[in-house]
């Protein structure tokens, strides 16, 4: 296990901890109702929404779990991150002036809500509830798994110890602060990620010896390796670009970032600074991955016994101590700010989507039950996370599959054709967890329904899309009330 | 009319269906090519409201889709795994389609939406009558 003897390294962890309590204190200040609390008053201008949105994106999945797979099994990954260039600014496409337009019309801070207007009824907004409170589950995993790496890693400490500490932090500003801190917190590692992943790029082809011998090196180590779809094969490489490529515009906590913007009109030119900036990020996903990966094939450093490990490994080794310090500190704030979106979005399941659906009316002292209900879900989801064994990256695109496919067919469809139907929305949403959930622990128990390397989320997906529209034609629509009628001619 | 309505919905759901199968018997690229339709599917859909999109934006997402599909053939067709390594901008020729080809490329979508906002997307005046009828006061 490596770890930091950096006073600088750690001073810089050290430091950006602090401007996470400090930014918690601040956003507390900023939060007085649960509009704050959920959809930060609407009130963010282009920039930050542009800034959340890729580092939430991004997260512990991509800073950690990311370069993890490419060490693993090298291009393969690449399919999941560089199809981003376009999954984003799609996702614009298919719900950003509807939802966002909603929100002016209804009084909608979280998307059971918008189910609920959408589709009317109780069973389309609670089986949005349970699909998102199952997937926060598996998804904070993810973020749990990056941070203990990341700490234990920086620190020396044992896993434990670095979740303590991390989740300790976390649990400070997401109760105290709700979104404001998080999407703040987005902006400030949004930025300083850009920057640091332009020189963490260069620092990769310092050590590699440059892009062409890298590529050397890894011919001869494994042609299929650095070839076009890794060693996991074109149907995983091409089934991740499908499940990544059409499945952005499901993951909840981006397209709620779109809520929250002041104006929708500055919609216009933030999905493609949202897809370009990705692309910037993406190039630290592949870059140390592959960096890592050369100097082991070299023989200059033994094997990692983890390929989550390869990022902090990479940083800890071989680059300057200042720009470790910068970039594990945004490695942080980036895991931080998402596990923030995602206990966000679990609280507005349990305190606000459950009882609105159920009583017609939200609980009273809203803000208050949706701090306790922050705090209970960061237990519930650390102790998922000790229990769950498996690499960052795939915990990661299980958390991703069961999102996209959930919420594509419902919210993307749903919100740009009037003949799509509750009874539609609930099926094809029972159809993603129940193929999610079946497919994904039959294949963890040896029992592989699908051909090798096909991704369980790919499949979820269409098969939801499939059951959406063929049970949206079989079933008789509900005539829509004005305002939606309205919003979906827009 | 419903029916017109109704017809991008179906196409996507037949492509899924598509996809599917070309998925579960394994054959990759079909699988590819099915994504880059249903891309192509979904931004239409999103992009539907009346009158719209034009027909030079349906023509910029068909001629995305098509460079899109050749760039995953090449990738396939440009690998070859027992011949010494060539290089295109420094890194094997198949994966140089997705670093260098698709990842820029997909950057259209973005270009489109914003190219097309103010005429296509959101025009002030439909934004207007929209707020004006049905936002909260």
């Known amino acids: 296990m490596p770890s930091a003897d950096s006073g600088l390294i750690i001073s810089c962890v050290v430091g950006y901890l602090g401007i996470c309590a400090a930014i918690g204190v601040w956003a507390m200040r900023r939060t007085a109702s649960a509009a704050d609390f959920f959809l930060a008053g609407k009130s963010l201008g282009p920039m930050v929404v542009v800034m959340a949105s890729i580092s939430s994106v991004m997260s512990g999945f991509g800073f950690v779990g990311g370069p993890g797979l490419v060490y693993e099994s090298g291009s393969s990954s690449l399919w999941m991150a560089f199809v981003c260039a376009f999954s984003l600014p799609t996702t614009y496409v298919l719900t950003g002036k509807r939802l966002r337009l909603l929100v002016e019309a209804r009084p909608i801070l979280t998307l059971p809500e918008a189910v609920s207007a959408r589709y009317g009824g109780t069973l389309p907004a609670l089986a949005m509830s349970l699909a998102i409170f199952l997937g926060v589950i598996g998804y904070l995993g993810t973020q749990v798994l990056a941070i203990g790496t990341v700490l234990q890693a920086v620190l020396g400490i044992d896993l434990l110890t670095a979740l303590a500490i991390g989740l300790g932090v976390l649990a400070f500003y997401s109760i105290a602060g709700g979104i404001v801190a998080g999407v703040y917190t987005d902006l400030f590692q949004g930025v300083l990620m850009l920057g640091a992943a332009i020189a963490v790029l260069a620092q990769c082809l310092k050590v590699g010896g440059g892009l062409e011998s890298m590529t050397q090196t890894l011919w001869a180590m494994d042609p299929e390796y650095f070839g076009p779809w890794g060693t996991r094969g074109d149907l995983a490489a091409l089934s991740w670009m499908l499940l990544f490529g059409l499945g952005a515009a499901g993951q909840p906590h981006f397209i709620t970032k779109l809520m929250m913007l002041k104006d929708v009109r500055r919609l216009r030119w933030s999905a493609l600074a949202t897809g370009s900036s990705y692309l910037v990020l993406a190039t630290l996903w592949m870059g140390v991955g592959l960096a890592m990966r050369t100097v082991v094939a070299r023989g200059d450093h033994p094997e990692l016994g983890n390929p989550d490990l390869a990022a902090p490994t990479f940083l800890l080794h071989y680059t300057p101590e200042l720009l470790a310090g910068l970039v594990f500190a945004g490695l942080l704030a980036a895991i931080m700010s998402t596990a923030d979106s995602f206990l966000n979005l679990g609280a507005a399941a349990v305190v606000r989507d459950v009882p609105m659906a159920v009583l017609g009316r939200p609980l009273k002292a809203e803000l208050f039950w949706s701090r306790v209900a922050t705090g209970c879900l960061l237990l519930l989801s650390t102790l998922f996370a000790l229990y769950m064994e498996s690499l960052i990256a795939l915990l990661g695109t299980f958390g991703w599959g069961t999102f996209a496919a959930a919420i594509v067919p419902s919210i993307c469809i749903g919100l740009n054709w009037k003949r799509a139907t509750g009874q539609a929305c609930v099926a094809s949403i029972g159809t993603s967890i129940a193929l999610n959930f079946t497919l994904e622990m039959s294949a963890r128990n040896g029992l592989s329904l699908l051909p090798p390397g096909l991704a369980v989320g790919a499949v979820a997906l269409l098969a939801s899309t499939v059951v959406f529209v063929l049970v949206s034609l079989a079933t008789r629509p509900r005539k829509l009330a004005p305002d939606i009628d309205a919003l979906m001619d827009v | ?137």
């Open chain 2, 1 to 137: 009319m419903e029916v017109r309505a109704s017809g991008l919905p179906l196409t996507l759901a037949a492509v899924s269906v598509a996809a599917l199968a070309a998925g579960l018997s394994g054959h990759a690229l079909a699988l590819g090519v099915c994504a880059v339709a249903l891309l192509v599917g979904l931004c239409l859909l999103g992009l539907r409201s009346p009158g719209q999109p034009s027909a030079r934006t349906v023509s910029a997402l068909l001629a995305f889709a098509f460079a899109f599909c050749a760039l995953l053939v090449l990738a396939g067709r440009l690998h070859k795994p027992s011949e010494p390594v060539q290089t295109l901008g420094g890194i094997p020729p198949g994966t140089a389609m997705l670093l260098y080809g698709i990842a820029p490329l997909g950057l259209t979508i973005g270009l489109i939406y914003g190219a097309t906002f103010s005429s296509e997307v959101l025009p002030d005046q439909r934004l207007r009558d929209f707020l004006s009828r049905h936002a909260k006061k």
